[in-house]
Nanobody
Framework: QVQFVESGGGLVQPGGSLRLSCAAS????????MGWYRQAPGKQRELVAF???????TYADSVKGRFTISRDNAKNTVYLQMNSLSFEDTAAYYCNTYPTYVGPWGQGTQVSVSS
């Protein structure tokens, strides 16, 4: 059964950093393009970044230069290093495959940026 478990969120001041992790119970994980998504209150879920099986990455313009997505195929895990966080980054963060979702969404991990 497909399952995504996100962790690493928290409360951080503007300019701070967090590293999110997502453990995926997904057979043949390494073959999938993996994405990080976020959903702020009252807004639709949006793509933050994705990483191809070979490691190539793509970022939303809003996070380019501040966030870094990476993966460890041996651990079935995808990461999101977030630096220079701003108020606009406050959201629940989720991982899933890209562009087509696989299985149910996880619980997500909350990132709150506040002074």
């Amino acid at each position: 059964q497909v399952q995504f478990v996100e962790s690493g969120g928290g409360l951080v001041q503007p300019g701070g950093s967090l590293r999110l992790s997502c453990a995926a119970s997904l057979s043949d994980f390494g073959a999938y393009v993996m994405g990080w998504y976020r959903q702020a209150p009252g807004k639709q879920r949006e793509l933050v970044a994705f990483i191809r099986s070979g490691g190539a990455t793509t970022y939303a313009d809003s996070v380019k230069g501040r966030f870094t997505i990476s993966r460890d195929n041996a651990k079935n895990t995808v990461y999101l290093q977030m630096n220079s966080l701003s108020f606009e980054d406050t959201a629940a963060y989720y991982c899933n495959t890209y562009p087509t979702y696989v299985g149910p969404w996880g619980q997500g991990t909350q990132v709150s940026v506040s002074s």
